[in-house]
């Protein structure tokens, strides 16, 4: 009899594992692939309901399937407690973040625009579907070496695509006709790239990929791992094309500090990388510090550093942070609602553009940095509790890095993305990636909230 439950029990697990094999797969394929009709006019909104449709599908069908055998056939007899007790950490404060986000819909003052989200789609339903696609995937994932294989597949195919629109070729026609890549900030405002659009959305998701592929050569065992080279030098070559600062900060910034966690060494000599990466490090600073550039970015880097806060530097960026925070004061619990910056009004950012001839001023309606994002929106509890949730997950990660490959590959593009996210846009386009990445680290480094009491 208690040979038939472990049966039934297990068969069960399998079929959660499957519909999350499937799930994953589709996103790197499928999703990653979609743009519509509308080409880069409507790729944005093609996205998101796609999102709706994978993401949402995936976890309804999970939800009917864990409804139907615990409340309707009640063949568990699991308790509330134990569920808890063998969650892991991570999902918990993933839960609580949903938690403080609900409050923060529910009391907003835009309240009937902040469940869907009123400029960018990232209302309380596309962030409770982040949520449950993560506690779902992190709870029921089967890690296999066929996902990095996938996503090196997907990654080669985009690149090529990619260097095809570099080269004025209109693939797909996602260009309007006339246009080409190189159009971008000179005949219309922006630039897009790929199957993903705007340029800074490709960079987060160069952000989390590159990072994987070359841990996933490193640490891996299989000796075709190094076909992922293939994908893995296209990329870099895209990233160091399309030259997004965030993209190549968090990629170059992100390998420097994962190798001495993810290269299997001593404590000793562990300690030794890290002082030296300290050191190498502060010795760049200094460099920026003394030395002028050419180059924009490293310009704004150097003033900055001397003690020049130009408004208009990264993009606008410190005149957006500014507002952000002299608004987040207001509501700084519960925020003004999710994705309702467009309503409060922020003081727009102005900047005359060269290539275009003209001033273009930019109403704000996204803090450009993931972290006040949240604060702006959702409050200071709820960024305590995204913040929680990655932190534990980022110290399982070190933990676990030396003996775990699914944990020091995923941890790896879990750090990158989080120095991106310091300049970035989260949005339905690329968050679902690092969503499910975030779960598998979760998965690989396995720390419950059992453990964490005993």
């Not at 190549?248 to 030794?272: D, H, Q």
Request: proline fraction near 3%; charge should be positive; charged fraction near 15%.
């Amino acid at each position: 009899m208690g040979s038939k439950t472990g049966r039934q029990t297990h068969q069960k697990t399998e079929n959660y594992s499957n519909i999350t094999s499937c799930f994953i797969g589709v996103l790197i394929s499928v999703y990653l692939f979609s743009f519509g009709n509308g080409g880069y006019e409507a790729i944005d909104v093609t996205k998101r309901h796609l999102f709706y449709v994978i993401c949402g599908g995936y976890c309804a069908i999970v939800t009917v399937m864990l409804v139907y055998q615990n409340l309707i056939r009640k063949k568990t007899g699991v308790s509330i407690k134990h569920i808890i007790y063998n969650s892991y950490l991570a999902q918990l404060f993933a839960v609580l973040y949903l938690l403080f986000t609900l409050i923060s819909t529910v009391t907003s003052p835009y309240h009937q625009f902040a469940w869907v989200g009123a400029s960018r789609g990232e209302g309380f339903i596309t962030i409770a579907l982040y949520c449950l696609t993560f506690v779902y995937v992190a709870q029921y994932v089967k890690i296999s070496q066929w996902m990095v294989y996938a996503l090196g597949v997907s990654c080669a195919v985009l690149s090529c695509i990619c260097l095809l629109q570099m080269k004025s070729v209109n693939v797909f026609s996602l260009y309007p006709d006339g246009y080409t890549y190189w159009d971008g900030d000179v005949a219309y405002n922006g630039k897009y790239i790929g199957t993903i659009g705007n340029i800074d959305h490709f960079s987060a998701f160069l952000s989390l990929a590159i990072p994987v592929l070359w841990c996933a050569v490193l640490r891996m065992r299989d000796k075709k791992r190094f076909v992922l080279c293939i994908p893995l030098v296209l990329l870099l070559i895209v990233l160091v094309r399309i030259r997004v600062a965030a993209g190549l900060l968090a990629v170059s910034v992100g390998a420097i500090l994962c190798l001495p966690f993810v290269i299997p060494t001593s404590k000793r000599n562990r300690g030794i990388m890290l002082l030296f990466l300290v050191v190498l490090i502060s010795f760049g600073i200094f460099f920026v510090r003394a030395h002028d550039f050419d180059n924009q970015t490293l310009h704004e880097a150097h003033a900055m550093l001397s003690g020049d806060w130009d408004p208009s530097y990264g993009s606008g960026r410190l005149h957006i942070w500014s507002e952000v925070l002299k608004k987040s004061v207001n509501r700084l619990a519960l925020g003004y609602g999710p994705d309702t910056m467009i309503y409060v009004r922020l003081e727009p950012f102005q900047r005359y553009d060269d290539a275009l001839g003209k001033t273009i001023i930019s109403l704000i309606d996204a803090a450009h940095n993931e972290y006040l994002n949240i604060l702006f929106h959702q409050g200071i509890f709820a960024l305590f509790a995204y913040l929680c949730m990655i932190m534990v997950s980022l110290t399982g990660w070190v933990k676990k890095a030396e003996t775990s490959v699914p944990a020091a590959i995923c941890g790896c593009g879990i750090v990158c993305y989080c120095i991106q996210a310091f300049f970035g846009i989260s949005q339905p386009i690329t968050s679902p990636f690092f969503w499910v990445l975030l779960a598998l680290l979760v998965n690989s480094c396995n720390i419950r909230i059992a453990s964490v009491l005993r």
